[in-house]
């Protein structure tokens, strides 16, 4: 996303390959090359580099004028503090952690629970959960509906198999991440095969409200990979107060019938403060490139929420505004001229017009 | 402009006063109070503090969400460390350190140099100085022309009467910068009478090009008031590396006959890398809130380049974009909804449209 945006923006791009996986990191650069070589791009306008520890050169390397992350939140926030203490900083454009919780709401489970069960369990699985929009926090309030599906998602994701993920460390992470949730007291594991071997196992877990209330660390983390929290709130003001607990995540789900989403109008304003994307009865993963589309969201989800790294918004974070003041129509170019050539779209003295300037 | 700024994008403001026109500033807080409540603002969208050392508190206070700040670039880089290190790091929008080059062509001094020398004296003492726009340093090509209108500058500085500036730090800061400029070996004092009493005079400074090649931190630092520094440039060639020399600059002005202008259209490139905003014939004071005014620049100008401090772009540094992904309609406000109630010009599908969605 970053990369298409800079490139948009006009900005040559350094990208430093991820060690998981350098083969195709090569075959992706060697067609955005090809790509470029096509389009007369001007040479060197895209230069892929690999290494360990390279990273942190680049950073601090005076041409750089921006950077785009995506990966841990210690490494996000450490490429920020590099760029802040440059003898000229620049911004860092990290996407570092989200859980992206989904609000269960009382008629949907009524009218479709099961059906809501299996497209759950789709999105958490999807990729073998290597999604930054993976949902890894589910909530519902408290009722026989909620129980029945518990019972129906612990079946969904005991049945799924196990999947390949995209490279050993990530493995290595998820395994990591799945063995805190299994020893934590508050959290009892619902469904789920041991994690071994060379594959991610699908898990699901639940765990006590009162660890999100009181901002125990391990229900604001990320689990990179296949798995799931469940969370049962005893009231809608327990579910406000839940909902308050999250740190700033990339997106928040709500599944609901229309009177549910009615009933819960409130939500959004509480959803906005914590989230760049509010979606209704669809699911997080899959993110469509477009005008409307933000993939971003308050700290800790990425490290500077004014902009998305998905969609053509993206590409203001790569531009700078430069005024011209009475500078002559013959020496300006095209987009700018009197006589809009170009016929673009324009404000002018504050109205919106692709008319010439008179 | 941010308080502005910040309250059109819906953002509450706590405002810190300066210690130097605590008065001022409280006139000043008690109109934007009277115009709040008098448009039905919510009580408390706008708050002045007092005092000295506050601004660490406000800074690293949860619920302040960004910052703007004019200052000193030790106090900027200072408000910048303290926001990046917070829990939940937040934007500091500072401005703070600019010294505004004009650059004089050759044909413009042939042709006016006397008009311009008495209008760039304007532009330098207006105000005692106290502008960041305030031209700093002025660059022009060794020739006859520049040799008498060096003359002519130093007439017009020489005859400025002193001015009572803001309040006495200023004043202080002043002297020890016009100090700092006579006692440089390479800095030559053409006018101005000596800095004593309670008011500024204006100072006119030679300084050798190789202080600007050479990187010398005198060259790079804005003096507060109503003093400007000559550059005599011997060609095009030094021309050129004498501007790639400057740091990140608010604004960057050229004065040039439209043959000049043509002659020198190569300066654009450049000067668009260093500053925010480029004016031509024009002097940098002044500066008109509109939608095309870029009051903003390249570090250390400003701590954020991609924004402005002055005009409506500024709002969008008090905004964050956030989407809603299949929201009903009827839950959506009016500037959202399918008729378009409000008649906006929005984007839809990629095209510009005030007409209701199908």
Redesign the interface.
Known sequence: GDTAAALAAGCPVVFKAHSGHMATADLVASAIIRAAERTQMPKGVFNMIFGNGVGEGLVKHPAIQAVGFTGSLNGGNAL??MA?ERP??I?VFAEMSSINPVVLLPGALQARGETVAKELAGSVVMGAGQFCTNPGVVIGLRSPAFSTFIEQLTEQMGSQAPQTMLNAGGLRSYSKGVEHLLSHPGVTHLAGKPQEGKQAQAQLFKADVSLLLNGDQLLQEEVFGPTTLLIEVADDAQLKDALQALR?QLTATVIGE?AD??QY?WL?PIL?EK????????YPTRVEV?????H?G???AT??????SVG??AI??F??????????DS?SPPALQNANPLGL?R?V??E?SDQPVA
């Open positions: 920020c503090k802040a000229q900083p911004p700033g229309p989403l009615s109008n959004q906005e989230v760049g994307r509010i979606l209704f009865n669809g477009c005008e409307a589309m933000v971003g308050p700290y800790p490290s500077d929420a004014r902009g998305t053509t918004l203001d974070r531009l700078r505004p430069v005024c011209y003041q009475n500078r002559a020496q779209r404000l003295n504050g919106w």
